[in-house]
């Protein structure tokens, strides 16, 4: 009997040990990063999108300062409750583009999975915060499967969420064996956080999965500040562009964490000299509570200039709204 405990111990992976570690509580993430009671006072203590942050991301972070741009981005506070007219529950209309529970059809040629509504952290203006999540632990993507089967013209899938690395590699191994079964689909491609805050989930086992299907895969990160960033970090993106994944880096621009050109130079930066790509930094999608980070177009179209005039061309994302009904992500 202890055997067994033993070798169910064993076979836990190590990233969903270390995910058990993230901060959940916000008096124990304030207790770690000393703040002192007038930075506690702007805390949101009770917020449906829960606190949810990776310890080794709340590493980073300088201690007792509200203004540090990881903290900003994982902190609920009470800029939070602030009711602004514009911002909404669901800015995209993800719900009126579904095909099924978890199935996003908006633009042509791809399609996208919301595989699970886990994820390694919560970001505060994460525009799918209140997604109407299908939980009912089904991992087998039956409906969705078919619909995909059914439609020749969808030639990529996207893995998204949530984030699709909150799956274990059992769940996604069947998952991509099941779409190279389908002719018409010739990419994969995946929108992750995880690996910025627990870049254990590039485990060795992940890794063959892909290396062993013949789909062309792309892996979107989304990192907003270079402070986010570090070797481990890289070292583990570097498995991944060894086995000819392509990786791109996805931004939301956000006040004051990285509405600023230095910033956004150095994140680039960072990025091209470990060969991923910016591929798009977001405006805002206007959910309800994140108002506080809204940066203005006009500000935007600014950074860009200012960034174009400092990086190679190729180091400049594109400046990228979503707008409800448009064929596209909509370049600013
Ligand atoms: C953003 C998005 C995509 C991907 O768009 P690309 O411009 O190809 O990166 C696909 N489906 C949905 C529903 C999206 O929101
Ligand atoms: S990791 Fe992505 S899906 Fe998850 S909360 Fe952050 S922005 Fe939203």
Known sequence: MNLKIINQNQTLATWKKILRSNFTQVEKLAEFLCLDADSKANILNK??????????????????DLNDPILKQFLPTLDETHITEGFVKDPVGD???????????????????????????????????????????????????QLIAADETIHEVILSGGDPLSLSNDILRELIEKLENIPHIKRLRFHTRFPIGIPERIDEEFVNILYN???????????????????????????????????????????????????LVKLSELLVDHGILPYYLHQLDKVQGAAHFEVSEEEGLHLIREISKKLPGYGVPKYVRETEGEPNKTPI
């Open 47 to 64: 917020s449906k999108f829960v606190l949810n942050l990776p310890f080794r991301l709340a590493q980073k972070i300088k201690k007792n």
């Open 213 to 263: 299907s013949p789909l062309k895969t792309w892996f979107v990160l989304h990192i907003n500040h270079p402070n986010e960033l570090d070797d481990e970090i890289f070292s583990r993106i570097k498995r991944l562009q060894n086995i000819g994944v392509i990786v791109l880096n996805q931004s939301v621009l956000l006040r004051g964490v990285n509405d600023d050109v230095d910033t």
């Open 95 to 145: 719900s009126n583009c579904r095909s099924s529970a978890k199935l996003l059809h908006k633009y042509d040629g791809r399609v996208l999975l919301v595989t699970t509504s886990a994820c390694a952290m919560h970001c505060r203006y994460c525009f799918r915060q209140n997604f109407d999540y299908d939980v009912s632990q089904n991992y087998k993507f039956i409906d969705e499967l």
